[in-house]
């Protein structure tokens, strides 16, 4: 009696985007928050998340409850939070917001993330109604390749990279490094910025607020990393994690459509790291910029 093995079917392009789709699909349904009460929201984790809750996840959120009490026709043009405590991703979040003012332009809010009692987060944002005025922007970045011509992060992990955490569960951001990661064993110092393709692994509807709450998501991915890439770390695990994050909004965009990271580390000291960013459209123009402080702690001697 002889037996026989069949070899699985070699993923196609279709099932890859549809596998996206879906989990995408369960990052929109994480960031559509339960409302509690009038200013009040609760949120949760993805049952895959790391020991802690990402913080890209708790900035989204937040965004979407302050967004929540806000006119629709103003949209986000600032941000600025605080990491207080790590959260802890087998019991919800709950998500205070605050109506600090409404004005003819301009609406600010604040809000705050709990858990156990304890804030974890805190984030005040600032709306805005749409105004013309004066027009300019950087120049587009120059050299860069397409990211259709990149590996993505399951082509990394399937040749032997490791990826971290972000290799370990489901990704709904598909990135495309235009140089060797941070975490790349073929990565050498350099003083050279950290440059990746992102979107949304999938389609989005049509909803301006989501795609910054995404953007959000993502922002906080590799920024950090900009820091530990200009030192020789390879051998040497850092203890990482993000202090502070502020994000400007310049232009409308797309999150489900390419956007170029452009991350770097102007400065580090005091097991603190400094890192900027900023997300160009594939047409060249700066949509949004970020600015984020993390601990980086070596181990002892």
Known sequence: MTSSSTTPAPETADDSAMRGQVVLDELVKLLDLEQLEVNLFRGVSPPQSPTRVFGGQV????????G????????????????IRPGDPRVPIIYEAERVRDGRSFTTRRVLAIQHGE??????????LPQEGLEHSDPAPSGVPDPESLPDIADRTARGENAGWVGRVPR???????????????????DEPVRVWMRADGELPDDPLLHVCLLTYASDMTLLGSVVAR?????VRVQMASLDHAMWFHRPFRADDWLLYTCYSPTASGSRGLATGRFTSRDGQLVATTVQEGLLRLPRK
Do not use: K, N
Request: glycine share 4%; hydrophobic share 40%; charged share 20%.
């Open 172 to 190: 709904p951001i598909d990135m495309r490094f235009v140089d060797e990661p941070a975490w790349s064993s073929r990565r050498r110092p350099s």
């Open 231 to 235: 030192h020789d770390l390879a051998s």
């Open 68 to 83: 929540r009490t806000v006119p629709p026709d103003r949209g986000v043009h600032s941000l600025q939070a605080y990491f």
């Open 119 to 128: 804030p974890i987060f805190s984030l005040s944002a600032s709306f805005q």
């Open 59 to 66: 900035a989204g959120q937040a965004l979407v409850a302050a």
